[in-house]
């Protein structure tokens, strides 16, 4: 098994831009979670999907986050306008079932830098 | 609401020695806790859960131990190595089952 696939690793952008980050989750997991990492605030959650609906995006920063999942094999997370304050580490993961203890699998992240 | 509390300061242990890291949550005691390992530059990746009515768990050369009247848990490496060397978090569900992260601990075998 692949693993969680998350593209691009690294995105360097400037302020204003619009940003599409990518996830391909693992097959046959039904759920998929953005999370969002720095160094102050750790890993948030931002949005998750059940069988490609979003359940709750109450972790969405803004307006100017917005997250879609078309089919059970893609996803994306899309900021626009970027703010320089966007700059983290953002990583897709994905799970069998939720909670009733089931682990979360994460991709290796994308690193994005807004200047 | 939910919070959980990881040591920020990194820890440095001699090889071979056994490494304790401790995470503490507030509030409400969850069902289970989950720790993972993180590299750098890498994902964080499942190591163990422990569920509440679980006083231990194990894996090879990692114990995991869960207080819930403490409202703590502590997570030992064994004999450990440099190849240990990494950021260890701590998850736990809220009351919502949406699983929340510690911001973790960096530890540092030393050789």
């Known amino acids: 098994d692949a693993g969680v696939i998350q593209s691009p690793r690294h995105e360097v952008t400037e302020m204003g831009q619009e940003v599409t980050l990518r996830c391909k989750p693992i097959?046959?997991?039904?759920?998929l979670f953005w999370y969002r990492q720095t160094m102050m605030r750790g890993l948030e959650l931002l949005i998750y999907f059940n069988n490609n609906v979003p359940i709750d995006d109450s972790g969405m920063p803004e307006d100017r986050f917005s997250a879609k999942m078309p089919n059970a094999s893609f996803s994306t997370l899309k900021i626009q306008p970027s703010e320089p304050r966007d700059s983290a580490v953002y990583f897709c993961?994905?799970?069998?079932?939720?909670?009733?203890?089931?682990?979360?699998?994460f991709g290796n992240g994308t690193r994005l830098t807004v200047t | 609401s939910q919070k959980i509390e990881q040591n920020s300061e990194a820890l440095n242990i001699q090889e071979g020695k056994t490494a304790t890291l401790t995470c503490n949550y507030t509030n409400y005691s969850p069902a289970y806790l989950q720790w993972y390992r993180q590299d750098p530059g890498r994902g964080p990746v499942f190591l163990l859960l422990?569920?509440?009515?679980?006083k231990e768990k194990r894996k090879e050369r990692l114990k995991v131990t869960f207080d819930t009247t403490l409202k703590q848990s502590l997570f030992h490496i064994t004999a450990s190595q440099p190849a240990d060397s990494a950021t260890y978090l701590c998850?736990?569900?809220?009351?919502?089952?949406?699983?929340?992260f510690g911001k973790g601990t960096r530890l540092h075998i030393l050789p």
């Open positions: 422990i569920r509440e009515n679980e």
């Open positions: 998850a736990l569900p809220r009351r919502d089952d949406k699983i929340i």
């Open positions: 097959s046959g997991h039904d759920y």
């Open positions: 993961a994905s799970s069998t079932y939720w909670g009733r203890n089931s682990p979360l699998h």
